[in-house]
């Protein structure tokens, strides 16, 4: 299973990015999807969830800002990123905790993108 994430990049403050994440290859079901950040010399912290049943969920920092949604039948997860910050710049990650008929359940990680907020 393989998760590619894309989506990063230079924005201004005030401005908007929205990140893709698609898994791909054994993949039975995908349940938990999540979205993660670090920042240089910050620990890698979790930005927002979404079940398998559309619930969302998201960290303090970013309520009112971002939105995350999935496509199932496309195995694609999104993080829509509004109002940005220089505070939100950082490495993005995307996860997924994957059901396939021969491994069970595993949980995956994207190779992240970047988010960069600067004027």
């Known amino acids: 299973v393989q998760l590619q994430a894309s989506g990063g990049g230079l924005v201004q403050p005030g401005g908007s990015l929205r990140l893709s994440c698609a898994a791909s290859g054994d993949i039975a079901g995908i349940n938990e999807m999540d979205w993660y950040r670090q920042a240089p010399g910050k620990p890698r912290e979790v930005v927002a969830s979404?079940?398998?049943?559309?619930?969302?969920a998201y960290a303090d920092s970013v309520k009112g800002r971002f939105t995350i949604s999935r496509d199932n039948a496309m195995n694609t997860v999104y993080l829509q990123m509004n109002s940005l910050k220089p505070e939100d710049a950082a490495v993005y990650y995307c996860?997924?905790?994957?059901?396939?008929?021969?491994?069970?359940?595993?949980?995956?990680w994207g190779q992240g993108t970047q988010v960069t907020v600067s004027s």
């Open positions: 979404i079940t398998s049943g559309g619930s969302p």
């Open positions: 996860t997924a905790l994957v059901y396939s008929d021969d491994d069970g359940h595993s949980h995956y």
